[in-house]
């Protein structure tokens, strides 16, 4: 099964998100759950949805920087476009 464009393209962005060494190790790795998720076969609202869970877990963490939690929510932004 063959990601859309759309996908790859978040997929992306989390990658460059993960790139950002200010970003705590822990919130990378739960990045990269997020990615890994998205790689998935499987429905894709149900990956979406999956995705959308995880990075809104990880902008609850208390030791994120403004900017980043931002940037999260851009993500959340360009997962809901991809549903």
Do not use: F
């Not at 060494?21 to 990956?47: A, C, F, H, M, Y």
């Amino acid at each position: 099964m063959k990601m859309d464009d759309k996908t790859e393209e978040l997929i992306g962005a989390i990658e460059d998100l993960c790139d950002d060494s200010t970003i705590p190790k822990n919130v990378r790795d739960k990045l990269q759950n997020v990615i890994s998720t998205l790689k998935e076969e499987g429905e894709l609202s149900i990956k979406i949805d999956k995705a959308l869970h995880g990075i809104e877990t990880i902008s609850e963490d208390t030791n994120l920087q403004p900017y980043t939690r931002t940037q999260l929510w851009n993500l959340v932004s360009m997962l809901e476009q991809v549903n």
